[in-house]
């Protein structure tokens, strides 16, 4: 019996010496706050030497026990380690003869969280004990977009709690962040802004339309502005600053309308005047959950009480004001007084109170004061209108030097009187208007000069009735001269047999991969995704990260490439090129010859990667984005050594990138610049200097435990 015991105590000997070595080489992950409450996460060890079932790592479940050896469920939470160490004692002392020598130890001390709503992997996470609200999200795999950062919920047995998240995060102070305890459950609600179904959508579109959650915070804008929404209301903020954040308003807004709703109470806001004094006693209060409303601008229509109006054959028709003394002269005379075309013989004078009166100015003129002059008062109207000529005159009767010709696509081509007071306007209201079919954009005008030759004109009808302008924008006319209304192609996406009345300097032309390559009628007030749509758009093996504008100038040529992919990304309209007619769009197809595609414009990817090869490459894209491109590393690359060769003109360098580093503390100022025409290096695991040493160092370690082992025999 005595040679039994003491062989038995030579074996605990020789253990405990083995696991004195190994705790010398591999230290205990996390050490034990002998004050500290086990929970639920907490990871134990039971060292009872020369019991194979014990000797390693015990995790305490979620109800707060650990499966122990020969007892079973043994419930620990709670306890601090030295109350769990002896109540285990007494438990394994009805089973064991001798368990002085059992010793637990806490290496790992964690929170298990339940992390539950707007998060990617939701479920039970189990962080360090020193861990936060964040390191919970990040373990759940981070945040979904349209998760509502100011209304987290922290829900013990004993309460619920609502804090701010983004408060947090524009402070980086973690008073903001309630302490974790296990078996807690974090839950990220979703924005209201993401409505009731469930879609996928980006950053940009959601701030684009408001960033506020909760009514009580925050304000409505809409109308005239360019991103209606409900947005946050901050301290201080008062309604430019609201503006402001809506985008600003649009070029159609009424901003001296602008409608302020406050409860019951809708207040006028006059921007414009504020704009003029800078008082800021103008600016209506701001207070949660207001509405501002910026209405379109409406025709300005005068009027009043000493307003008269005049209307008909006179130069200058509108609404005049009234002063005391003005009679009916004067009131014409302002008007410009009648045209040629007026019919002065048969004046109406619509007063106020609902009376027609007439008068006879030719008469007037001839018989004097004879002919009484009407009295006109504020509130009438003088109509002066168009004489009427029954017999219409041949062209004999009207020479060369008082006519005008218009030809092409009006309702009565033909030759008409011109006088020097009229316009291109009166000429065209003369011939009923353009037809249907007339391509209004592209009017001519025919010149005869002096000197016997005729000078053409180009005018843009279309964009002039559309954006409006100057009188003296319109092309001065004379007698003599021809205006020519050209006929539309009839169908704009299948204009073949128009070509050759269609003129080149009004074409563009598409070829490659769209629904229908062509030549095609095109004019400046049109853009890059007019034509593209009349071509039918790109087709299913279009390459529309590749394609090619050639600019046509008359003595010379620019070259373009468009990623069209990125504007779809990013909406914007700058990244579009400005085509004009004469220039040319080449659409490629997908999977052309990579000899094709210069080696300034890809990047090189060779290693220990999935898919090496030759990628293209934009300054939106990183390392990351490459990776990703070929498959990502495989299980042997060593990603502590990644290497990039930055190449250029003048010199050719390379830097490393510790990619396991960059993934535990992600920083993305620390990824390393990438251009076109560079080539990203992962090496293999093979050829790292580390596992060589390590090879070394794990077998100098396999000996000093074996001679260990024999001294203490």
């Known amino acids: 019996m005595f040679s039994r015991c003491l062989q038995l105590n030579k074996f605990h000997a020789v253990y405990l010496a083995a696991l004195i070595l190994l705790a010398c080489v591999f230290p205990a992950s996390a050490e034990a706050d002998e004050n500290r409450a086990l929970q639920a996460g907490d990871v134990l060890y039971i060292a009872f030497p020369g019991e194979d079932l014990f000797n390693k790592n015990f995790v305490i479940d979620v109800d707060g026990k650990i499966d122990v050896p020969e007892i079973g469920l043994f419930a620990i939470a709670g306890q601090d380690i030295e109350s769990a160490q002896n109540r285990l004692r007494d438990l394994l002392s009805l089973m064991f003869v001798d368990v002085s020598s059992v010793v637990l130890n806490q290496r790992e001390a964690n929170v298990m969280v339940n992390v539950m709503g707007y998060v990617r992997e939701p479920g039970l996470v189990t962080i360090p004990s020193r861990g936060n ?42 008073a903001f962040l309630p302490e974790l305890s296990s078996m807690d459950t974090l839950f990220i609600p979703a924005s209201p802004l993401t409505g009731n179904v469930q879609i996928d ?29 409900r947005y946050a209301l901050k301290p201080d903020m008062n309604i430019i600053d609201a503006i402001m954040r809506a985008g600003g308003v649009t070029r159609y807004a009424g901003v001296d309308q602008i409608k302020v709703i406050a409860g019951n109470e809708p207040i006028t806001f006059n921007l414009m005047q504020y704009l003029e004094t800078g008082s800021r ?24 009480a000493n307003v008269v109006y005049i209307m008909g054959e006179v130069f200058k028709p509108g609404a005049f004001e009234s002063k005391p003394g ?59 209108p168009e004489k009427t000529d029954l017999n219409e005159p041949s062209w004999l009767k009207t020479p060369p030097d008082r006519a005008i010709h218009i030809i092409g696509q009006v309702y009565n081509p033909g030759r008409y ?33 002096p000197d016997g030759t005729v000078k053409s004109i180009d005018f843009n009808l279309d964009k002039f009735i559309r954006q409006g302008g100057l009188t003296s924008d319109l092309p001065q006319l004379k007698a003599g001269d021809t205006i020519v209304v050209p006929e539309l192609p009839q169908d704009p996406s299948d204009n073949k047999g128009n070509w050759v009345r269609q003129a080149k300097e009004d074409s563009i032309y598409i070829f490659g991969q769209v629904g229908s390559p062509g030549r095609y009628m095109f004019n400046r007030d049109m853009s890059f995704l007019d034509i593209l749509s009349a071509a039918d758009g790109p087709n299913e093996t ?53 000899l094709d595609k210069p080696r300034d414009s890809v990047v090189k990817v060779m290693g220990a990667v999935q898919k ?50 960059f993934l535990k503390n992600p920083d993305p100022t620390e990824l390393p610049v990438l251009r076109a025409g560079d080539t990203l290096f992962i090496p293999d695991r093979t050829q790292s200097a580390w596992s060589k040493t390590m090879e070394g160092v794990r077998d100098s370690l396999s000996v000093l435990s074996v001679l260990a082992i024999v001294g203490a025999l």
């Open 133 to 174: 609200v964040q390191t919970a999200i990040e373990a759940a795999g981070g945040l979904i977009p349209g998760a509502q950062l100011d209304r987290f919920q922290l829900r013990s047995e004993a309460e619920t709690l609502h804090f701010s998240y983004k408060a947090y995060l524009d402070s980086g102070d973690p």
């Open 417 to 449: 009187e011109w006088s020097g007071e009229m316009s291109m306007m009166d000429l065209l209201s003369h011939a009923e208007g353009p037809t249907a079919k007339a391509d209004i954009a592209n009017l001519r005008i025919l010149s005869p000069q």
């Open 612 to 661: 090496p090869g030759r990628y293209d490459f934009n300054d939106s894209m990183t390392l990351l984005d490459l990776l990703a491109e070929a498959g990502g590393p495989t299980d042997g690359a060593f990603l502590k050594k990644i290497v990039v060769v930055n190449s250029s003109r003048l010199e050719t360098r390379s830097v490393s990138f510790n990619l396991i580093k």
């Open 542 to 594: 279009a390459d529309i990260h590749n394609i090619r504008i050639v600019h046509r100038y008359e003595n010379h040529t620019e070259y373009r490439e468009l990623n069209l992919s990125d504007y779809f990304q990013t909406g914007d309209e700058l990244m579009l090129p400005d085509v004009r007619p004469g220039d040319a769009i080449y659409v490629p197809a997908m999977e052309s010859n990579w």
């Open 281 to 304: 006693d103008q600016l209506p209060p701001l207070s949660p959950n207001i509405t501002i409303f910026v209405p379109i601008q409406e025709e300005e229509i005068k009027t009043g």
């Open 326 to 384: 003005a009679g009916f002269l004067d009131i014409l005379a302002n008007a410009g007084g009648p045209t040629r075309f007026a019919d002065s013989r048969q004046i109406r004078i619509l007063h106020s109170s609902g009376e027609v009166s007439a008068f006879d100015l030719v008469a007037f003129t001839e018989n004097g004061v004879s002919e009484a002059v009407p009295q006109v008062v504020p509130g009438d109207a003088i109509f002066v």
């Open 201 to 229: 959508f980006d950053a940009a579109t959601l701030s684009a339309g408001g960033d506020a959650g909760d009514k009580e915070s925050s304000f409505r804008i809409f109308g005239e502005v360019k991103s209606a929404g």
